[in-house]
Structures are given as structure tokens and as C-alpha cells.
């Protein structure tokens, strides 16, 4: 099983990007499949996720109303689309999934994807 995590680079306050993950060996409907992020010196936070029935689980505060995920089944893919950047966003975001369900704590995930460094900086 394998995610593949790309679309990170180097941005400035306000931009946007979109980061996409696809995975090889299964099929991201079988999974909740979510995104992680870890800003340095910080701990990892589970961001967003998408439970195996399609719901999405809520986003973390800091970026609610500025980041969106979502899927596409025929392409295996999931994306985080990541608007109005801030400095503080600053991270690598890592693709993860479970068998199970989508959880609030990151070390619950079965699956990690490598990472895509986010940089926001002016």
C-alpha cells in the first residue's frame, strides 16, 4: 500500500495551492483518507478527513473556511485545497489513511504517505 503526497512549494501569504495524494495498492473508497500536517518545532495535527461513507470529518479550526478536501474515486486521488494561506500554515502535509475511520489523533492512522513541504513566506 502506498500514498503518494505532491503540490507542496514555496508561497506567499494569501496564495493558494492544492495538494493532491493518490494511492496505489488499494482504493482510497475502502479508506478514510485525510490529511496530517506538522509545522516546525510543533506536534502533528490531523487536519481534515474523509470517512470510508463519504462525510467529512470537521476541520481543525485554524483552518476552517480556507482549506477543502476532496476526492475523486476514479482517479484514487484526494485533495486539500488550501486558500488564503498564512504564514502559520507553514508544514508538511502528509496523505494518510485507515481501514477504520477518520480520527482526531494523528498517530491512529494505518497509512503515511512520504510528506510535501508547505512554505509561506513573503
Known amino acids: 500500500f502506498q500514498l503518494q503526497a505532491f503540490g507542496g512549494g514555496l508561497v506567499q501569504p494569501g496564495d493558494s495551492l492544492r495538494l493532491s495524494c493518490t494511492a496505489s495498492g488499494f482504493t482510497l473508497d475502502d479508506v478514510a483518507i485525510g490529511w496530517v500536517r506538522q509545522a516546525p518545532g510543533k506536534e502533528r495535527e490531523a487536519v481534515t478527513c474523509?470517512?470510508?461513507?463519504?462525510?467529512?470529518?470537521d476541520y481543525i479550526d485554524s483552518v476552517k473556511g480556507r482549506f477543502t478536501i476532496t476526492k475523486d474515486s476514479a482517479k484514487n486521488t484526494v485533495y486539500l485545497e488550501i486558500n488564503s494561506l498564512k504564514p502559520e500554515d507553514t508544514a508538511v502535509y502528509y496523505c494518510?489513511?485507515?481501514?477504520?475511520?477518520?480520527?482526531?489523533?494523528?498517530?491512529?492512522?494505518?497509512?503515511w504517505g512520504q510528506g510535501t513541504q508547505v512554505t509561506v513566506s513573503k
Open positions: 474523509i470517512h470510508r461513507n463519504g462525510r467529512i470529518r
Open positions: 494518510v489513511a485507515d481501514r477504520r475511520y477518520c480520527s482526531t489523533f494523528d498517530e491512529e492512522y494505518d497509512y
